[in-house]
């Protein structure tokens, strides 16, 4: 390669020489991560896998292959992959210990697996989560679902929408409804006489006069 530069360029030789090493480091990474999205794709299209699954193998391929890179860029750079690799697998080994010593953590981790198993529900389904029998509780549409929380996106009468994240072990203490399709509003009762209002107005053309 040296006798295809110009004299000028020789002195770069190492530089660009870095450089495409890790350019084809980057794009053989993007190649691959492609690659696995497409295997996981075909395996949902085939098996009818649940889209849970098919999010976190799509995650876990492209974490796998992006740190993967990195570890090889690092090493490119003079930084030694088993230094970087033993610093990180202690220091996964103390954050997996501190995340095991929660007993919530631990809970919301085991119920996403009874979820992901017993599926009472899917993503972009509306559920609400009923606080004591038929009394209305959390409710929105379900938008993601990760190992700890479920988040559901809520749309409020004034306007506007929100997300709420609520933990897995939440959903196996109360009662869930799911709606197929959106839910109806429901009009408000009247008031009668005995639950402390005011009878509506009979007969006459006169405007009803309000106070506060």
Known sequence: MKAYLPPWLH???????LVLQVLAIVVGALALRWLARRLVNRLHRRYDLPIQIVVSARRLSGFVIGFGALLMILERF?????VLWTAFTGFAAVAAVAFFAAWSVLTNIFCSLLLLLTRPFRLHDRIEL?????????AGRVVDMNLIFVTLEET?????ESLLRVPNSLFFQ???RR?????????????????????????????LTTFP
Do not use: C, K, M
């Open 179 to 207: 709606w197929r399709g959106e839910p109806v509003p429901q009009p408000a009762a009247a008031r009668t006489p005995d639950d402390g209002g005011s009878p509506p107005p009979t007969g006459g053309g006169g405007a």
């Open 156 to 160: 409020h009468p004034a306007g506007g």
């Open 11 to 17: 002195a770069w030789l190492g530089e660009i020489n």
């Open 130 to 138: 009923l606080e004591n029998g038929e009394r209305a509780g959390l």
């Open 174 to 176: 109360r009662a869930t």
């Open 78 to 82: 003079g930084v030694s992959g088993g």
